[in-house]
């Protein structure tokens, strides 16, 4: 894979952070508490998303942090679904077909090597292109809420309780339960979204501008992030 086209959704991927940040920081606001701090690491090639309260002597504080690659993998993965004509049908088309081990990828060089290893790189009409754009901002809206709801449902406290009060390892049935709620809220108010803007956002496709379509397209970003 030309490591320019890395670059270039790397850049993007930034962009559209400083794009939506006012999105963001309206939902913070509106549903937050204490302060609040994004990291973006554009240098890591780790697959990761977290969020934590920090330690603090009298108010409360949190962050969020998520890794480029991260960004980049879901980027790849929606193109490799969306070289199938197959999925998504009448949305556009695909020039060849991507087939890729598993939807799983280890490690950043492993999916690279991947798709790679499959041939040469689809080439989408307008529509495949603009279909993969709003594929990929769900999937990015999808993990930044997804880490929000942590924060705004207690589970970074409980976190933070465990971890200095207690010394304590949370159980593994209850870090389930708390993703589980975060994943389950990122879906309600990202569908919310969707809705309202359903008919009036040109980057939705117009083939998507259904109720049921778009609860589809949810349930594709769901599984292309977990």
């Known amino acids: 894979m030309d490591l320019s086209e890395i670059a270039d959704c790397f850049s993007n991927t930034r962009k559209f952070i400083e794009l939506h940040s006012g999105y963001f920081d309206a939902f913070w606001k509106k549903n937050g508490k204490g302060i609040f ?3 973006f ?7 990761n998303a977290s969020a934590a309260r920090v330690r ?5 504080a949190y962050y969020v942090s998520i890794t480029n690659a991260m960004f980049f993998v879901a980027h790849e993965y929606i193109r490799v679904f969306l070289s199938d004509n197959n999925v998504f049908q009448g949305i556009g088309t695909s020039s060849n077909l991507l087939v890729v081990p598993s939807i799983r990828a280890r490690s950043f060089e492993e999916l690279i090597s991947d798709i790679e290893n499959s041939g040469p790189l689809p ?3 307008e529509n495949r292109k603009k279909l993969h754009y709003f594929m990929f901002e769900l999937t990015l809206k999808f993990v930044m809420l997804h880490e929000f709801t942590h924060i705004i449902h ?3 406290d409980l976190g933070y309780e465990y971890k200095f009060d207690k010394q304590e390892v949370m159980p593994k049935l209850d870090i389930q339960t708390l993703e589980l709620d975060a994943d389950a809220k990122a879906i309600l108010n990202l569908r919310q979204e969707c809705l309202n803007r359903m008919y009036d956002d040109p980057i939705v496709p ?3 501008r259904d109720e049921k379509k778009i609860s589809y397209c949810l349930s594709f970003c769901h599984l292309l992030s977990m």
């Open 154 to 156: 207690g589970h970074t």
């Open 56 to 60: 603090t002597d009298g108010y409360n």
């Open 206 to 208: 117009d083939q998507l």
């Open 41 to 47: 690491t554009s240098s890591s090639k780790e697959l």
């Open 37 to 39: 701090a994004l990291s």
């Open 123 to 125: 080439s989408f009409d």
